[in-house]
């Protein structure tokens, strides 16, 4: 604009103001710049070096502003670049971003933007039969919608076995193909699959890759997607295939998640050689598997990745044995959201709305009357009537606020006073994340172990008890009593379901998602106290004839169970005080003899269960037991436990409604675990008793000290050879020792080594990081959206 010009505006403008206000001077004001600026577009050819410069200064004050408006300031960098000598907005400051820039301007002008990409120049777009593929269509073009994912728990309304399911393969030398059918022929023979699915190679049999992934086939409801992919470092067709995919995820233009309720889900199958290229091992299929991801569809099962050269063909029929299961079975599932399974990961709720058709109880055994203490009375002539029976109360009703409180928090409450509940570690160990430090302690497989217990209710309150006080309380069992089967039965039912309903979660290892549908060990420790149950010894024997471990938790509260108790693989004691006044405080015992309990409890272990392998598990909660290391030197001298686990406590949250009393100043340091369990260890040494600190899992806060006895030729030996202890069971009956199933611990997991109990086999997951990313991500996707509104609005003026 001319100074003159300027001069006539502004003075224009201070008249107008004067003599008619405001608003018919911003009106003025805009009426003139438009003016101005259509006789500059109409210009533009003439428009001289120097003009030009002035223009691009007005359009950095513009842009300046935009910077403003838009709060991107602080964020990326926003700027102006010459494209066919008009100015155009974009983002970042590389030749990347100059490149993008570029095929934005493409973008908006709608007349060029069905010419193919440039960076598609070098993709093959003809078929592998050689056929040219049909170009594409325009692409259709509705408002920007920015992500509004509610992650949640949903059930499947539609029969996933009345689906209509297609098998996409692309395949150079066969494997994937035959991969494919055999996967079509595993559909066709399963009599509950209800439809025949099709076979579809992607580089013959379609014309239009759009046809299926961005739209759908018309007419066909109910649609299920499974993608055979092999992976190629050279060309191939299925750089084509992915390059759609990827045009299609990141076209702006393109409804934000096309394939969202086109379809009903998709799962992809990886096939490649891990051997040769392991660091691109099955690349393409983990790419199809996000970008379907992006482009709306849902996840149904894991993506399978197997090495042609290692995976045996039954690792494949494996995975496909379990999709076509998965297809049959319509549980709940997870929402393949990244945001909500890891924000809430310890304690969401996956039993969901199904909650209530899971275990219900009904058929529960009653197989004993017995032990139902003083409140069963037999009637005069002695029979057990029903009338009797049904007087006996049911642990954990239903109908009652306990049991929806159970749910809630994602127990599955078995028969009437059992539960289940899927730990936070094995779904990050499904998802190669690392296991609980029972692994680094004892090589438990996280993924591997189901954590459940046979009675909700305990004799303690414990102030770091995560079960938020919702679980029953007694000090004899007064409940109906369901049979060990069904409760086991009902235990592995319930987890499996559990871990079926992981399966759209990303990131879960397929190979470990098989292996998880084989539970090896069983923690009985989640809440309440199990051995208090009356048939935990037949309980426990179960397990093992499953080849299930035990892990049993106590409380030393119960020494007559505890001295009753037959073999188990590990038994723990926990010891959460060194004396009589700080357990009560920590405790919250219900029995009067708390303290008494607590000290016969130690005698039966170094006595009567001096065969078994012990535990003192201590759990350390600042200003309440963490003086007095002496003392618990005593106890453990009393006791001899051939280890000791010490860990921080974690917090779970408090509320007054719930009486914790727990707040984040009583969980300790790691660094304050580590000193008390050094100054432990002098106190024992002090005492003569023979211990030594063998491992840590730093992560949790956790260190185990172990009796020397498990130090053989200098090594640690703290884990456990299961199948050594089966076939000890087998062979022996009760009748071996601690010592005959120990095996070496990893150099990982010694205390003090780099990788402080860390598996360098698993993946570090920063949560706190990855969440910060994603939030950025979040952040720049709005940003980008409302800059290309803002972009598109100002090309439609
Ligand atoms: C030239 C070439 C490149 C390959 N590149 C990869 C690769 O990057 N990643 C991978 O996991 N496998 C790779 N493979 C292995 C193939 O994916 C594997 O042989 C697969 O079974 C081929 O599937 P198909 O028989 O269905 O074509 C490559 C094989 C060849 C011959
Ligand atoms: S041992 Fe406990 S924490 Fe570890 S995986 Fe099993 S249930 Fe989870």
Same mark, same amino acid.
């Given at each position: 604009?001319?100074?003159?010009?300027?001069?006539?505006?502004?003075?224009?403008?201070?008249?107008?103001?004067?003599?008619?206000?405001?608003?018919?001077?911003?009106?003025?004001?805009?009426?003139?710049?438009?003016?101005?600026?259509?006789?500059?577009?109409?210009?533009?050819?003439?428009?001289?070096?120097?003009?030009?410069?002035?223009?691009?200064?007005?359009?950095?004050?513009?842009?300046?502003?935009?910077?403003?408006?838009?709060?991107?300031?602080?964020?990326?960098?926003?700027?102006?670049?010459?494209?066919?000598?008009?100015?155009?907005?974009?983002?970042?400051?590389?030749?990347?971003?100059?490149?993008?820039?570029?095929?934005?301007?493409?973008?908006?002008?709608?007349?060029?933007?069905?010419?193919?990409?440039?960076?598609?120049?070098?993709?093959?777009?003809?078929?592998?039969?050689?056929?040219?593929?049909?170009?594409?269509?325009?692409?259709?073009?509705?408002?920007?919608?920015?992500?509004?994912?509610?992650?949640?728990?949903?059930?499947?309304?539609?029969?996933?076995?009345?689906?209509?399911?297609?098998?996409?393969?692309?395949?150079?030398?066969?494997?994937?193909?035959?991969?494919?059918?055999?996967?079509?022929?595993?559909?066709?023979?399963?009599?509950?699959?209800?439809?025949?699915?099709?076979?579809?190679?992607?580089?013959?049999?379609?014309?239009?890759?759009?046809?299926?992934?961005?739209?759908?086939?018309?007419?066909?409801?109910?649609?299920?997607?499974?993608?055979?992919?092999?992976?190629?470092?050279?060309?191939?067709?299925?750089?084509?295939?992915?390059?759609?995919?990827?045009?299609?995820?990141?076209?702006?233009?393109?409804?934000?998640?096309?394939?969202?309720?086109?379809?009903?889900?998709?799962?992809?199958?990886?096939?490649?050689?891990?051997?040769?290229?392991?660091?691109?091992?099955?690349?393409?299929?983990?790419?199809?598997?996000?970008?379907?991801?992006?482009?709306?569809?849902?996840?149904?099962?894991?993506?399978?990745?197997?090495?042609?050269?290692?995976?045996?063909?039954?690792?494949?029929?494996?995975?496909?044995?379990?999709?076509?299961?998965?297809?049959?079975?319509?549980?709940?599932?997870?929402?393949?959201?990244?945001?909500?399974?890891?924000?809430?990961?310890?304690?969401?709720?996956?039993?969901?709305?199904?909650?209530?058709?899971?275990?219900?109880?009904?058929?529960?055994?009653?197989?004993?009357?017995?032990?139902?203490?003083?409140?069963?009375?037999?009637?005069?002539?002695?029979?057990?009537?029903?009338?009797?029976?049904?007087?006996?109360?049911?642990?954990?009703?239903?109908?009652?606020?306990?049991?929806?409180?159970?749910?809630?928090?994602?127990?599955?409450?078995?028969?009437?006073?059992?539960?289940?509940?899927?730990?936070?570690?094995?779904?990050?160990?499904?998802?190669?994340?690392?296991?609980?430090?029972?692994?680094?302690?004892?090589?438990?497989?996280?993924?591997?172990?189901?954590?459940?217990?046979?009675?909700?209710?305990?004799?303690?309150?414990?102030?770091?008890?995560?079960?938020?006080?919702?679980?029953?309380?007694?000090?004899?069992?007064?409940?109906?009593?369901?049979?060990?089967?069904?409760?086991?039965?009902?235990?592995?039912?319930?987890?499996?379901?559990?871990?079926?309903?992981?399966?759209?979660?990303?990131?879960?290892?397929?190979?470990?998602?098989?292996?998880?549908?084989?539970?090896?060990?069983?923690?009985?420790?989640?809440?309440?106290?199990?051995?208090?149950?009356?048939?935990?010894?037949?309980?426990?024997?179960?397990?093992?004839?499953?080849?299930?471990?035990?892990?049993?938790?106590?409380?030393?509260?119960?020494?007559?169970?505890?001295?009753?108790?037959?073999?188990?693989?590990?038994?723990?004691?926990?010891?959460?005080?060194?004396? *009589?006044? #700080?357990? !009560?405080?920590?405790?919250?015992?219900?029995?009067?003899? @708390?303290? =008494?309990? +607590?000290?016969?409890?130690? &005698?039966?272990?170094?006595?009567?269960?001096?065969?078994?392998?012990?535990?003192?598990?201590?759990?350390?909660?600042?200003?309440?037991?963490?003086?007095?290391?002496?003392?618990?030197?005593?106890?453990?001298?009393?006791?001899?436990?051939?280890?000791?686990?010490?860990?921080?406590?974690?917090?779970?949250?408090?509320?007054?409604?719930?009486?914790?009393?727990?707040?984040?100043?009583?969980?300790?340091?790691?660094?304050?675990?580590?000193?008390?369990?050094?100054?432990?260890?002098?106190?024992?040494?002090?005492?003569?008793?023979?211990?030594?600190?063998?491992?840590?899992?730093?992560?949790?806060?956790?260190?185990?000290?172990?009796?020397?006895?498990? *130090?053989? #030729?200098? !090594?640690?030996?703290?884990?456990?050879?299961?199948?050594? @202890?089966? =076939?000890? +069971?087998?062979?022996?009956? &009760?009748?071996?020792?601690?010592?005959?199933?120990?095996?070496?611990?990893?150099?990982?997991?010694?205390?003090?080594?780099?990788?402080?109990?860390?598996?360098?086999?698993?993946?570090?997951?920063?949560?706190?990081?990855?969440?910060?990313?994603?939030?950025?991500?979040?952040?720049?996707?709005?940003?980008?959206?409302?800059?290309?509104?803002?972009?598109?609005?100002?090309?439609?003026?």
């Amino acid at each position: 604009m001319s100074s003159l010009a300027q001069d006539v505006l502004v003075g224009g403008s201070i008249v107008t103001y004067l003599r008619l206000g405001g608003r018919p001077t911003v009106g003025l004001l805009v009426a003139t710049l438009y003016a101005l600026y259509r006789i500059g577009i109409q210009d533009s050819d003439d428009i001289s070096e120097e003009r030009q410069d002035q223009n691009d200064k007005e359009n950095v004050k513009a842009l300046k502003n935009l910077k403003k408006s838009t709060g991107e300031e602080k964020g990326q960098k926003l700027r102006y670049i010459k494209v066919n000598n008009k100015l155009q907005l974009v983002r970042g400051s590389g030749l990347e971003e100059e490149a993008n820039a570029l095929k934005n301007t493409v973008a908006v002008d709608f007349t060029k933007s069905f010419s193919p990409a440039s960076n598609t120049s070098n993709i093959d777009s003809t078929k592998a039969s050689g056929k040219p593929r049909r170009r594409k269509g325009p692409k259709i073009i509705r408002k920007q919608e920015l992500p509004k994912r509610s992650p949640r728990l949903v059930k499947n309304n539609t029969n996933l076995s009345e689906s209509n399911i297609f098998i996409f393969y692309s395949s150079l030398t066969g494997s994937s193909e035959r991969t494919a059918k055999y996967l079509h022929n595993m559909l066709s023979i399963n009599k509950s699959v209800k439809n025949e699915s099709r076979l579809v190679n992607i580089d013959d049999d379609i014309d239009d890759l759009d046809e299926y992934f961005l739209n759908v086939p018309r007419d066909i409801d109910n649609i299920l997607y499974v993608m055979v992919l092999p992976s190629y470092e050279t060309d191939s067709p299925i750089d084509f295939f992915l390059q759609t995919l990827e045009e299609n995820a990141n076209d702006f233009r393109i409804d934000s998640y096309p394939l969202k309720e086109k379809i009903l889900g998709y799962s992809v199958i990886g096939i490649g050689d891990r051997e040769h290229y392991p660091n691109k091992f099955c690349y393409q299929a983990t790419e199809t598997d996000k970008y379907l991801f992006k482009l709306g569809a849902r996840r149904i099962f894991p993506l399978g990745k197997f090495c042609i050269k290692n995976d045996k063909d039954e690792k494949i029929r494996e995975w496909c044995d379990l999709y076509v299961d998965s297809l049959t079975d319509n549980d709940a599932m997870i929402l393949d959201d990244n945001e909500y399974f890891e924000e809430d990961d310890e304690d969401y709720d996956i039993n969901g709305s199904n909650s209530e058709s899971e275990n219900s109880g009904e058929g529960s055994t009653l197989v004993d009357i017995e032990e139902m203490g003083n409140m069963m009375q037999k009637s005069n002539n002695g029979s057990e009537t029903e009338t009797e029976v049904r007087e006996v109360k049911e642990m954990v009703a239903k109908d009652s606020p306990t049991y929806k409180s159970l749910t809630k928090q994602g127990y599955t409450v078995v028969g009437s006073h059992s539960g289940v509940k899927i730990c936070r570690w094995t779904k990050s160990a499904l998802r190669n994340r690392g296991s609980c430090y029972k692994f680094a302690f004892y090589g438990i497989r996280s993924h591997l172990c189901m954590e459940t217990t046979p009675s909700l209710s305990c004799s303690n309150k414990c102030v770091f008890c995560w079960r938020h006080g919702t679980n029953p309380v007694g000090t004899n069992w007064r409940w109906q009593v369901d049979g060990p089967e069904e409760i086991l039965n009902g235990a592995m039912e319930g987890h499996y379901k559990k871990i079926k309903q992981m399966r759209g979660v990303p990131g879960i290892n397929s190979e470990r998602f098989q292996e998880a549908f084989r539970i090896r060990h069983c923690a009985l420790s989640l809440v309440g106290e199990p051995i208090f149950y009356p048939y935990i010894n037949e309980f426990v024997g179960m397990l093992h004839e499953k080849e299930i471990s035990s892990f049993l938790v106590c409380n030393a509260q119960h020494p007559e169970q505890l001295r009753n108790l037959k073999k188990v693989t590990q038994l723990y004691v926990s010891i959460d005080a060194p004396t *009589k006044t #700080d357990l !009560k405080k920590v405790d919250r015992p219900l029995f009067k003899d @708390f303290w =008494e309990r +607590l000290n016969s409890c130690l &005698d039966i272990l170094n006595t009567v269960q001096s065969h078994q392998r012990t535990v003192f598990r201590l759990t350390l909660v600042k200003g309440f037991n963490m003086s007095e290391v002496d003392k618990y030197a005593d106890l453990i001298t009393k006791a001899n436990p051939s280890l000791i686990e010490i860990k921080g406590a974690t917090f779970c949250g408090s509320s007054s409604g719930n009486g914790n009393p727990l707040t984040m100043q009583n969980i300790p340091f790691y660094e304050e675990c580590k000193n008390f369990v050094i100054a432990l260890n002098d106190e024992l040494a002090k005492r003569n008793a023979t211990y030594g600190i063998a491992a840590e899992h730093a992560h949790s806060c956790c260190i185990l000290v172990g009796h020397t006895k498990y *130090k053989i #030729d200098g !090594k640690w030996h703290t884990h456990i050879n299961y199948d050594k @202890f089966f =076939e000890l +069971l087998r062979t022996k009956g &009760d009748d071996f020792d601690e010592m005959d199933y120990v095996s070496e611990t990893p150099s990982w997991a010694y205390w003090g080594s780099e990788e402080a109990g860390f598996n360098p086999a698993d993946v570090k997951y920063d949560r706190k990081e990855e969440k910060l990313k994603k939030k950025l991500a979040r952040e720049k996707a709005q940003q980008e959206a409302t800059l290309k509104e803002i972009e598109m609005n100002a090309v439609s003026i």
